[in-house]
Each structure stands twice: as structure tokens, then as C-alpha cells.
């Protein structure tokens, strides 16, 4: 990036999930017509969702909301939203779009909406994490923080699925914890035009944040703890290389192997969506994975990920038992009617073994291992 570019509007990027239309509607509603900012929207959706995001917004606030297209100019006043089954990705004064890899087994994900914008508008940025369950958004909200972009987190405790906002308060320094009523408070404070504000050059390091306004009403317990974090985070060349070669693949880069080398290294664990061998990203702040191939996990969603396979194994599993003892039981009324002696039974033994297997599988997906302890 330049580092004698200015930009002469804020960036808002926007994540959300379970929970997000209503937390999103009644952020917007609340903006003014004349809002000086861009703001751009990454909802979960699924990959054959119709999405009517951009209708509802559009119709919830004074605010146009288009489907974000691929190549269109980025202008203040306007909300663009991200397309199922596509990143929603931010160029310098240009919007992109990319059927890269999913990331935490989402696509389109927050983590490279709010990468590519720290990237291209430093401290220009504005990062805000709303309603939604499990961990997308924490790293690129770090992202943004360290390149001195401003972070804004719905308060958990009134947000109707709480896991993205507190996994982001545990990563990074939250600049503004807020209940939802407040995010628009804060937002137009935050989008007054901005001075000259240098954005990009990461080989500086971070810049600092520009807030205005009323004070953030934070939370006070993990603001002290992630304060620690953020003086304690690597924001050296290294740490803003990673950024910009997790930008790269998130575009679908061809090469991710050899950009991985860069940041990574290999680790003893298998990627959930395509089986391969998963590494581990050098950075001590956040732990995370990627793949070859270029899909993207945190811990936690790694460990998310693993949980769901083993389950899909033991109903497999399961499923194998139920047919096995079936047959066997054919097979002991087969030799049965034939008058076969010795065979009856075995089979009835194999019948019996895979039922009294089915069943304890069973159990203990349908109750848990509790449900295993003898009487």
C-alpha cells in the first residue's frame, strides 16, 4: 500500500450471524441520510440463501443497501452487502468479490471483509462485531486494531447469541462495548470527516485510532485484559505480512502452499473440509489454521469442526451396527429354514454383538457419556 494515500471518508465494516438481520436493521435505522462513511455488511448466510439483506436494510433505514459487485467504486452513504457463497473483500477505492476458500466453514466470512479493509484504509477503518455464534470476526477485528483502526463490539450480555462478541473481547482491545441501541450513537460520531489521515503503509506499524465523540462504555474486566494483549502482540513486518498473505488467499490464490510457508507451520492435525494437512499460523496473539488449500479455522472453531465429524462417524457407525445385526439376523433364519447345523448360532451371537454395540453408540450420542456409567 501507499503510504501518501488519504482517505476522505471512514470505512465501517460490519460482521454478524445468528441473529444479525434484527441487530442490523436497528443499527442502520438509525443512521442519517447523510452519513459520511462507507459500510460494508458480511452476514452468515448459506451458499443457496436468496438473501433479501440489501431489500431489508434498504427498506429499514434512510441508507441504500445494494448487493456488493465486483469491481464498483466505494463511496460514502451507501451499504454494501456481501453476496451468498462470496467474500465480501476491500480493494483501495474498489470493492472485490471471491469464491476463495471458506473460512471458519463460512463463506461469505467476516475475518477477510475486516482483513482486506485494515489492509487497504488503516486507521480509517471502523470493525464492528454484532450478534452471532462461534468465532468469526475476532481475528480481523485484531486486524484492524493493530493497524490502528477503531473496534466496536455489541455488549454480549444483550446480544441474542453472544459467542462472536465475547471471542472478540478475549482477542483483542475492544475500543467501544455497547449495548446495540448505542452502536449507531457511536458510529456517527466516529464517521465525522476525517483530516488527512495517512491509511495503508503497514511498514510504519500501526497507526493510532482516531475516535470522537462520547467515551465508549467498555468492559472494564476484559478491556484490562486485552489492553495486556494488544501491548503484548507482535506488530512488527511480520505480523502485518501475515495479514496481507491471509488477504491473498482469501482471494483464491493459486499458490497458497508456498504463501503458508511464509506464515505457517505444518501441524499434527487434518483439515475438517478437505482432509488435508492443516498449518499453523506463527502468530502467538491468535491461535489459527489453514489448510493448503487455503480454508481458515481458530481453535476454537477447529475444535468445533472436529466435534461435528466425530459425531457424523458414530452415526455411521451406528448405521453399520443396525445393518450388520439385521443381516446377521437373516442369515440365522436362512440356515435356520435350510436345517444348516452349527451356523444359527453364530449368527445369532453377531445379531446380538451389533445390536448391544448399536445401542451403547446410540446412547451415548443421544445422552452423552454419563449415560454409559453402570447403575
Known amino acids: 500500500m501507499s503510504s501518501t494515500s488519504f482517505s476522505p471518508f471512514r470505512v465501517i465494516v460490519i460482521g454478524a450471524s445468528a441473529g444479525g438481520v434484527e441487530a442490523l436493521c436497528n443499527v442502520t435505522r438509525a443512521l442519517p441520510e447523510n452519513f459520511p462513511a462507507a459500510v460494508f455488511v458480511v452476514l452468515h448466510l448459506s451458499r443457496d440463501s436468496p ?36 467474500h465480501l473483500l476491500i480493494e483501495r477505492d474498489q470493492v472485490r468479490m471471491s469464491r476463495g476458500p471458506r473460512e471458519n466453514n463460512v463463506r461469505p466470512a467476516i475475518d477477510p471483509l475486516f482483513r482486506s479493509a485494515a489492509i487497504a484504509y488503516g486507521p480509517a477503518v471502523i470493525g464492528v462485531v454484532l450478534t452471532g455464534n462461534l468465532y468469526d470476526g475476532a481475528a480481523g477485528l485484531r486486524s484492524i486494531k493493530l493497524r490502528g483502526g477503531t473496534t466496536v463490539v455489541q455488549d454480549p450480555r444483550g446480544a441474542l447469541f453472544p459467542s462472536m462478541p465475547q471471542s472478540a473481547l478475549r482477542e483483542t482491545e475492544i475500543d467501544h462495548c455497547v ?3 448505542e452502536i449507531p450513537r457511536v458510529l456517527v460520531s466516529l464517521a465525522k470527516p ?16 482516531l475516535p470522537s465523540g462520547p467515551p465508549a462504555v467498555s468492559n472494564p474486566q476484559s478491556r484490562q485484559t486485552n489492553m495486556a494483549k494488544t501491548k503484548n502482540a507482535k506488530t512488527s513486518l511480520a505480523t502485518t505480512e501475515i495479514d496481507v498473505i491471509e488477504a ?3 482471494e483464491g490464490n493459486t499458490d497458497s502452499e508456498a504463501l503458508l510457508r511464509r506464515i505457517a507451520s505444518p501441524a499434527p492435525y487434518i483439515c475438517p473440509e478437505c482432509c ?12 489459527r489454521f489453514r489448510c493448503r488449500v487455503g480454508h481458515a479455522y481458530t481453535l476454537e472453531s ?6 461435528e465429524a466425530i459425531e457424523e462417524a458414530l452415526w455411521t457407525a451406528v448405521r453399520a451396527l443396525e445393518e450388520r445385526a439385521t443381516l446377521n439376523a437373516r ?16 449368527f445369532r451371537d453377531r445379531e446380538r454383538e451389533s445390536t448391544h454395540h448399536a445401542q451403547v453408540v446410540r446412547r451415548l450420542l443421544q445422552g452423552g457419556i454419563d449415560k454409559l456409567t453402570p447403575k
Open 248 to 250: 491473498k488467499i482469501a
Open 51 to 86: 438473501s433479501m439483506l440489501p431489500d431489508i436494510l434498504s427498506r429499514a433505514g434512510p441508507l441504500p443497501a445494494n448487493r456488493a459487485v465486483d469491481g464498483e467504486p466505494i463511496r460514502s452513504g451507501r451499504i454494501y452487502v456481501a453476496p451468498p457463497d462470496f
Open 179 to 181: 449495548p446495540l441501541h
Open 276 to 287: 488435508g494437512a492443516l498449518w499453523e499460523i506463527r502468530d502467538e496473539s491468535l491461535i
Open 331 to 346: 442369515m440365522a433364519e436362512r440356515v435356520e429354514q435350510q436345517q444348516i447345523t452349527g451356523f444359527v448360532q453364530r
Open 302 to 307: 477447529l475444535l468445533t469442526e472436529q466435534d
Open 194 to 209: 476525517l483530516p488527512a489521515v495517512v491509511v495503508g503503509a503497514p511498514e510504519q506499524g500501526p497507526q493510532p485510532c
